[in-house]
């Protein structure tokens, strides 16, 4: 079993800053990328940012520029968002890609977090 806690959504202004982080723990070999994803009301689950276990980042131009992805550690993620606009306003889950205790390659996605930013 894997799991992926998330933490850090919550509410803000526009133009304000706010921090996600998703710690990954369980039955995990190794991580090869962790990233995050949103999905507002009524549309599809879109890519936010992601990072290699090199260290390689790639993010959606809708928030180049505003927001940085890093990692803690092998298993932990952040997602330092600024600038932040209504149109932010999603929940925002955590994805990991990895190698399982098996040894197969696997991907678990956390519950979710609420970040909502007003106008």
């Known amino acids: 079993q894997v799991q992926l806690v998330e933490s850090g959504g919550g509410w803000v202004q526009a133009g304000g800053s706010l921090r996600l982080s998703c710690a990954a723990s369980?039955?995990?070999?190794?991580?090869?990328?962790m990233g995050w994803y949103r999905q507002a009301p009524g549309k599809q689950r879109e890519l936010v940012a992601t990072?290699?276990?090199?260290?390689?980042t790639n993010y959606a131009d809708s928030v180049k520029g505003r927001f940085t992805i890093s990692r803690d550690s092998a298993k932990v993620v952040n997602l330092q968002m600024n600038s932040l606009k209504p149109e932010d306003t999603a929940v925002y889950y955590c994805?990991?890609?990895?190698?399982?205790?098996?040894?197969?390659?696997?991907?678990?996605w956390g519950q979710g977090t609420q970040v909502t930013v007003s106008s």
């Open positions: 994805n990991a890609d990895f190698v399982n205790g098996a040894l197969r390659p696997d991907s678990s």
């Open positions: 369980g039955s995990i070999f190794r991580v090869n990328a």
């Open positions: 990072i290699t276990s090199g260290g390689r």
